[in-house]
């Protein structure tokens, strides 16, 4: 199931194709060679009927998954916007540590934006991200031990939760996809379905392929579409990374009386 989620979306499409067109042509074939009237338009009304019922509820899972992924990403953006605005108001020089770094946790987070497509990478760059929410953490606890008020430090460490939070939400927003099976049982369904198209045309001995080409090459680029919308790393249907980046550029624009060494946050 993992190599049919790698394949190449142009492959899948021709695949999808030539396995259409074969269904048809052994549905024909079948249809000519059987001597018998048959009424099967109830039938062939029923199997098409079930395959648009799948490819709407295939469609609707797809987008579900979109608009989860679309939002987890805004939420991380915000998420992180909200705790360097609190970092801001913490006592110097904690205020500048913490501000350098969550650009830092901005930066890998919009690199890691751009290079979903390649599993090594990000798991490296999670690994970096969750080292740099350790030393926040490290940070915020020094601050506590300092000062116990909720107003800046109890917002600024209810801030890192959200943030932290809003990581997994991501990730598990990015790693959820339909189900291999729901893709395979609505290709199976396609197939006897238009199968079933060309036997009924082989009974009736008339012209068929443009009508039932037509119809494949429409179920093909339904399901391409479908599976476009589910992959979340590649393909023409992507989220926009811009809430990320715009979050990245505010946090660069951000200024304390104090610009911290290198060695407070590294």
Known sequence: MSFFSNLPL???????????AAAAEIGHSFGLRDKQEA?????????L????????FTFAMAVSRFDDRRGALLDEANA???AAL????????????????????????VA??????????????????????????KEAKEIASKDTSMVPTGQFIQALN??????????????????????FALYGIAAVGIGFSGYASGLERRRWRLPVYVVSLLAASVILLIQDIDRPDSGWVLVDPQPI????????SYRVDTLPSPALYR
């Open 10 to 20: 142009p492959l899948i499409f021709l695949v999808s194709i030539v396995l259409f």
């Open 39 to 47: 009424n099967i338009a109830t039938l062939q009304a029923s199997i």
């Open 49 to 56: 009927g079930l395959l648009a019922l799948m490819l709407s």
């Open 80 to 82: 992180i916007g909200t």
């Open 86 to 109: 609190r970092a801001r108001l913490l006592p110097a020089p904690h205020d500048a540590a913490c501000l350098g770094l969550l650009r830092d946790y901005v930066g890998i987070r």
């Open 112 to 137: 890691l934006t751009k290079a979903l497509e390649k599993p090594a990478p990000i798991d490296a760059m999670l690994a970096q991200s969750n080292a740099l929410q350790e030393r926040l953490w």
């Open 162 to 183: 959200d943030t932290f939070d809003a990581q997994e939400k991501r990730i598990t927003a990015f790693r959820h996809r339909v189900p291999r099976i729901v893709f």
């Open 245 to 252: 980046i715009d979050a990245a550029e505010a946090l660069a």
